[in-house]
C-alpha cells in the first residue's frame, strides 16, 4: 500500500516528474491505493497524480471482507474523497479496479450499485479476472458474466476495459505468487496450510 509510505512515495514521484529527473508529466502517473482516505487526500493536494483506487465492492460488509482497509475508512468516506479529488475531468478519471468474483459481486445489481456509487465522478472501470489459487475462497467470474457487466458499464457511459490475465497457467499471475510462497513456507516448515488471501492480494 503505498500511501502508508507516503513521505518516500511522494519525493519518488516528485523526482520522476521534476526536469532534473525523467521528466514524465503527472498526467501520466498514476497512484493506486486500496483507500487510505486521509492520504488521497494529501496526493491529490500535494502532487495531483491520476488515482486508481483498489474497489472491489460496493456494500461494506462485503468490502470489510475483501478490502480490510474498509473497516477503518468505509466506502461512503472513500467515495467522497475521491469525488473531491483535484482536477477531475472526462479526460482526467479515477481508475477503479474490480476484481470479478463469481457469485460474489459480479451481478446485475452489483453492477447497478457500482454505477450508482461513482455517479458523478469521472471515472473508468478497469474489470480484473480474479486469479485463483489451490485452495482460494474464490472463483473466477464466466467470461459471458464479465462480457456483460462489462456492457452495462460502458452503457453507463464509462470506459470499461477487461485486463488480460498473464501467467495464471503456472500460478505467476497477480494474486497467485503470493500464494505460492506461502505454500512453499508451508511445506518448509511442516504446516501445509496458508493464511487465506484477500481478493485484494489477487490485484
Not at 502508508?4 to 521528466?23: C, F, H, P, Q, T
Not at 485452495?135 to 464509462?158: H, M, N, Q, T
Request: positive net charge; hydrophobic residues 35%.
Amino acid at each position: 500500500e503505498p500511501l502508508y509510505n507516503y513521505d518516500n512515495v511522494a519525493k519518488a514521484m516528485r523526482i520522476v516528474m521534476s526536469g532534473e529527473g525523467i521528466g514524465l508529466s503527472k498526467r501520466r502517473i498514476t497512484l493506486s491505493t486500496s483507500g487510505i482516505v486521509p492520504e488521497i487526500t494529501r496526493a491529490g493536494a500535494d502532487l495531483g497524480v491520476n488515482l486508481a483506487i483498489s474497489l472491489h465492492a460496493v456494500r461494506d460488509e462485503l468490502r470489510n471482507e475483501l478490502v480490510p482497509i474498509n473497516r477503518k475508512y468505509p466506502l461512503a468516506e472513500l467515495i467522497e474523497a475521491c469525488r473531491t479529488y483535484p482536477g477531475l475531468s472526462n479526460a482526467r478519471r479515477i481508475t477503479w479496479e474490480y476484481v470479478m468474483l463469481d457469485g460474489v459481486n459480479d451481478s446485475d445489481a452489483d453492477c447497478a450499485a457500482l454505477l450508482k456509487l461513482i455517479r458523478g465522478i469521472p471515472s473508468k472501470l478497469n474489470l480484473i479476472p480474479f486469479n485463483p489459487w489451490p485452495g482460494s475462497p474464490y472463483r473466477c467470474s464466466s467470461d459471458d458474466r464479465i462480457e456483460a457487466f462489462a456492457k452495462k458499464v460502458l452503457k453507463a457511459g464509462y470506459a470499461s476495459p477487461v485486463r488480460t490475465p498473464r501467467g495464471r497457467d503456472i500460478l505467476a499471475a497477480c494474486g497467485q505468487l503470493k500464494s505460492a510462497s506461502q505454500r512453499q513456507k508451508g511445506q518448509r516448515t511442516g504446516l501445509g496450510k496458508t493464511r487465506e488471501t484477500t481478493a485484494a492480494d489477487a490485484t
